[in-house]
């Protein structure tokens, strides 16, 4: 089945405390992104990445820093995490561009809460 | 800069209602607008989406025009049922489909 997974589901965290998550897809796709979404903001996006070891910022790339060492995962990575960076996140990927370039498919999301 | 307004929500209906969510875009050069639906505890699906002016995306009942003259691209469906509730977002995106800008979702109460 094709799919994007992310690990956790559900975080809770304390202020300062590195962490990790993790997002990975079985689609062979070049194209992966991380959103956060928070209420009356809808979802922004923080960083992407176009293939291995090219990445680039979204809207909302503070506090955050990603790696793409394989083309199945984007990791997300908070290495001080803030009580701000309390939001549902969400990893999606796409296909190439000449192939239905536009739909991207979106993981079940991972909440997050720092106290 | 490129971004994407909606109406708020919740907008609750009765089954078999029609529906309208108003979405409007600023955006430089010629966007692709979407529309992607999240059920509870789900990530987003694509729902539907036009990649020029005039072009109408339809799926499952519903349809959504591009209108460059309003900057519009508003979500209809002529019928709605219970299923449907969930949280509806309109995004944009140009070019080569890197960065995306979403609206802040509104959420769609169906009643029996």
């Known amino acids: 089945e094709a799919q994007v997974t992310q690990n956790p589901r559900y975080l809770i965290t304390v202020t300062g405390k590195k962490l990790t998550v993790t997002c990975s897809q079985n689609?062979?796709?070049?194209?992966m992104s991380w959103y956060r979404q928070d209420p009356g903001l809808g979802l922004r996006q923080i960083y992407y990445s176009m293939n291995v070891e090219v990445t680039d910022k979204g809207d909302v790339p503070e506090g955050y820093k990603v790696s793409r060492k394989e083309k199945r995962n984007f990791p997300l990575i908070l290495e001080s995490p803030s009580p701000n960076q309390t939001s549902l996140y969400f990893c999606?990927?796409?296909?190439?561009?000449?192939?239905?370039?536009?739909?991207?498919?979106f993981g079940p999301g991972t909440r997050l809460l720092v106290l | 800069g490129n971004s994407v307004t909606q109406m708020e929500g919740p907008v609750t209906l009765s089954e078999e209602a029609f529906l309208t969510i108003n979405c409007t875009y600023t955006?430089?050069?010629?966007?692709?607008l979407f529309w992607y639906v999240q059920y509870p505890g789900e990530g987003l699906q694509l729902l539907l989406k036009?990649?020029?002016?005039?072009d109408k995306g339809s799926n499952k009942g519903f349809e959504a025009t591009y209108r460059k003259e309003t900057t519009s691209f508003h979500l209809e469906k002529g019928s709605v049922q219970v299923s449907d509730s969930a949280v509806y977002f309109c995004?944009?995106?140009?070019?080569?489909?890197?960065?995306?800008?979403f609206g802040s979702g509104t959420k769609l109460n169906v009643k029996p």
């Open positions: 999606a990927s796409r296909g190439p561009l000449r192939q239905a370039r536009e739909t991207q498919y």
């Open positions: 955006a430089t050069g010629y966007p692709s």
């Open positions: 995004a944009l995106s140009k070019g080569n489909f890197n960065k995306f800008y």
């Open positions: 036009a990649t020029k002016a005039d």
């Open positions: 689609m062979n796709h070049e194209y």
